[in-house]
């Protein structure tokens, strides 16, 4: 398995996860949206990082590593996303666990859903940008 085959499976995990996404909006899960919006941008950002060649760390955002190897990557709304991954990061264990003054299904409303919507069709439409273009010269395999 090499680098491009991981972040081809990344792509399809996210792409999957954006179906449920619909589900979910559907059924007013707003929370369970925000949650699975924010993996997408995670898979998204770990993709691209392994067809750049570079071995993402084991954390939820890797904004700032987008951020480093920016020059490495096609234009884009890079900085968008990378706002964005830091922000659902932050959203990740509220969207899912809650807390005593916080109860997640109570919280999140269809236009917090629908934003969390819009930065996962981001990461995967800079994901796929991305794997559809050559690699940079003397990326790793």
Do not use: C, N
Request: no cysteine; aromatic share 6%; proline share 6%.
């Amino acid at each position: 398995m090499t680098f491009q085959d991981l972040a081809k499976s990344y792509l399809e995990k996210a792409r999957a996860r954006r179906q449920a996404l619909a589900v979910l909006f559907d059924a007013r899960d707003f929370s369970d949206v925000v949650r699975e919006a924010q993996a997408i941008v995670e898979l998204a950002g770990k993709g691209i990082l392994r067809h750049l060649g570079v071995e993402p760390p084991k954390v939820h955002d890797v904004g700032p590593l987008l951020r480093q190897y920016a020059d490495r990557l096609p234009p884009g709304a890079w900085e968008r996303l990378i706002e964005e991954s830091r922000r659902l990061r932050r959203e990740r264990e509220l969207a899912f666990s809650g807390d005593l003054d916080f109860i997640p299904t109570d919280e999140y409303t269809r236009d917090d859903a629908r934003r969390a919507i819009d930065a996962a069709d981001l990461a995967l439409g800079l994901m796929e940008k991305v794997l559809q273009a050559p690699r940079a010269t003397g990326s790793p395999p």
